[in-house]
Each structure stands twice: as C-alpha cells, then as structure tokens.
C-alpha cells in the first residue's frame, strides 16, 4: 500500500493510539501525518492500522507489512491476541538533599495496564547511598493507582495509595490510601491531563498516628514527539480541619529514546516530597533529582 491520505488510527497493543491521514503502510512501516507531530513513522509489527472505507484485506494482501489493517466491522483485539501491560526498569546516579547533600543509587521499576475501561500503574523505587562506609540514605517509596472509566464520559473514580520506608525519619514507615473522582481535562492521542479529588489518610508505623487527609492531584503525560515525552503529577493532601497540616509530592520524568528501534532512554527527572509537620528526628523536605537510562518493555 503506497500513499494514500484517508484518515487511519494505529493503536497499540497497550491501547494507545495515534490518528492521521495514512502516507503509507509499506516494508514493515506506517507513516502517518498528524496535527500535531507532523509526519511519524511507525514500526507495523504488533501494531493494528484502521483506515476508513478499508475493507479486511486476505493474508496475500497483508503479507510483509507486519500491520492488521481492519475498518469498522473488524473485531477489536482479544485479550488473548495482544496483552495491555506495559512496563520499565530503571537504573540512574542521582543526588539527594534530605538530611544531607550525597550521590545515590537510584532503582525503579514501572508496571501498567490499559483497556477501554480501566487503568492500572504501579511503581516503585529505591534510593541508597553509602559515604565512608556509612550508610546515609535508604529509601523505598512504592505508588500504586486504579482507575475506572466511566462511559462515554471524561469522568473517572479511583484508588491509590502509597507506601515509603525511609531508614532515616523517625516514622520509619508510612502508608497513604485515598480513593476519590477525577476528570480528564485533556485526552488526546499526545497529551492526557487528569485532575483528581478524594480523601484518605496517612498512617505513620513509629509513631502509630493517623491523619485524616483530603486529596487533590493532577497528573499528565505528553508524548512531545516520537522519541521524546514528559510524564509527571503534583498533590497535596491536607488535614481536612487543619490545612496547614499537609503532605505534598511533586515528581516529573522527561525521557529521551536512544534511537526509534530501541527500548533504551535516557531519563531525567526530580522528586520532592514535603511534609508540614515532619515529627521529631525527622526532615520537612526530601528532594531527589537523577539521571540514568530506562529499558521500556
């Protein structure tokens, strides 16, 4: 198939997609031309082309492109054809301002699942560091959200909550579940943009205190072009009598692809973690900031 300029839809197995008019579909790549990237070339293999007035070709037809091509009365993807989890693992060198300024080791992993109804993320990350054979930082933090769409609506509830073990506060650990509603102000193939409201609270181990908290958060991911994006959130949870007793958290991770056949990036990002009232022994501000590659799978 050479040019051809009818609107077309790729969609990953993952449930992304991207729309636009079908330049061509031959020698294993798709080029389609958006609004918004210009021209973006696409590896067929594992991918599914929609292209309007289209019908199902037979395999003869197919054979070599790596694409499905289906038009409306095509059946989507079964569970068993393509699998949504998406995932990465991550090492970086990193630097850490707690309750002092060192270099750190810096492990995550990152584990999601999308369909047409629901959304599941999960990650997790350890930051180390030993000066002098002292042992400064040992932190693990772990995020988990569920999402579920509400039809035919930018409407969504949810569910989350985190768990952080910091060798070094004097809460040890602590534990954050919140549930709520949310609304995707932007939902584009590109740019998603959600913001969130619920309650929870947060519960510290050494401590045995827990704290009523109301939740608001908004999170986005931007696919800046086909090698570059920006995913991020910012929240704050106050004490729903007492706003100036709150927990805030503000996390952004730009990445790089090292090249368009490779699941290796580079990524740059910075977490802060700031907390009102931080109890005895325990510091207000945990800023981190890294840089390392990603292995996308």
Known sequence: MGADDRAAVVTW????RLSGQLRSNEGGMITLSTTSLGDVKIKAAGVTLSV?????????????????????NTPPLSEDDASPWTGSLSLAASTSRASSTSNNIRLGGELHRKTQTEQFDLSGTWYWNQSNGDTSDNDILVRANQEWFIRDSRWLYFAQGTWQFDQFQDWGHRVSPYAGVGYKLFDQDDLTLT??????????YHNNEVDPQLLFEMNTEWKINDRQSLTGFMSIAPDPVNWGNYLATIQADWKLKLGSDTPWALTLGIRDIYDSRPGRGSNANDLKAYAGLTMDF
Request: no cysteine; net charge negative; proline share 6%.
């Open 52 to 72: 309007e007035g289209i019908k199902q070709p037979d395999a003869a037809e197919t054979k070599g492109t790596g694409a499905a091509v289906s038009d409306e």
């Open 13 to 16: 197995p993952n449930g992304d």
């Open 195 to 204: 913001i969130k409201g619920g309650g929870g609270a947060t519960w510290q």
